[in-house]
């Protein structure tokens, strides 16, 4: 899997590491400090600045040029589950580690201290990833009482989701792996209801018709959607609702490349400022949790009248250094 400096904002791994070194890390008191002053802060916003800022992470879910689900190069066979705002940690750790349908690699209390990062091994020859996340989740949902789908974060079905490091010395580490024995097929559980009052969450396990953009591939075409929408002069960001989720959407897809872009898109309505407009930027770059991703833009932009295939068709990579 891929390590990543601090802050949230870094988008560019700084090594790739096992996960035996990612346990080592956690059991040490490489990361006590940090870990200690966030759970000392009682604002929440506040909290969440300070781990974005503090606290490097990983993608569980492989090794990435990048942190976006484009620039996965080989997956690790990892699901992270991320579990928040759970009463009984240690009781449901000790559950979860017991349960024999699952192999648990690995389980850490999250940097919050009210929740767990759940580690298990899965097998891609029979869903993939996001099947899986949607499996094990209704699995959870159906079994465990104390569970609840809130706490049970969805985010996690982004093969890219970042998993913020901490300091807990009593985290399970599995020393042998092994092999899961499951009471189900993933496909089957993904579409299954957790129970009957939760609606069934069903997922496509269709293969992709086309490989996913290298990300300075992506920032190419991104930057031409914005020409073709500037060329109509397309104001897509007039409210405060599309405003921030433009930003969001860039900040998912391209990272801090999307600025310019965000602040050109953004000028195109006369309530544009342009400290404004940075302030919100960079909220959405250290706020950004994955829910609003780059399809968000280009869905933005075909509804203002941008016809994408047309972009797709002319688009050039080698153009990434101009406007």
Known sequence: MSYFLPPITNKVPLRTVTLEQVGAIVTSEALKSETLTLRSIADKAEARGYKGRSLPYITSAGVFTYCNDASLVRHSRVLCIDLDGVDDVDGLKHRLTADGHFVTLMVFRSPSGNGLKWFILIDLSLADHRSWFHAVRNYLLASYDCLTEKMVDRQCQNLSRAC???????????????????????????SRQADAGKQSVRVSTAPRTSQPLHPMEELAKARAVTRELLRRGANIADDYGDYLKLGFAL????????RELYHRLCSQSQKYRESDCERKWQQCLSQNDGRTTIATFYSMARQAGVDLSQIARDFKPDSIYSF
């Open 251 to 258: 900040a998912n897809g391209l990272g801090s490349d999307g």
């Open 164 to 190: 913020f490091l901490c300091y807990d010395p009593e985290a399970y580490v599995n020393p042998e792996g092994g092999e899961a024995t499951l009471p189900f097929t993933p496909t089957e559980w993904a």
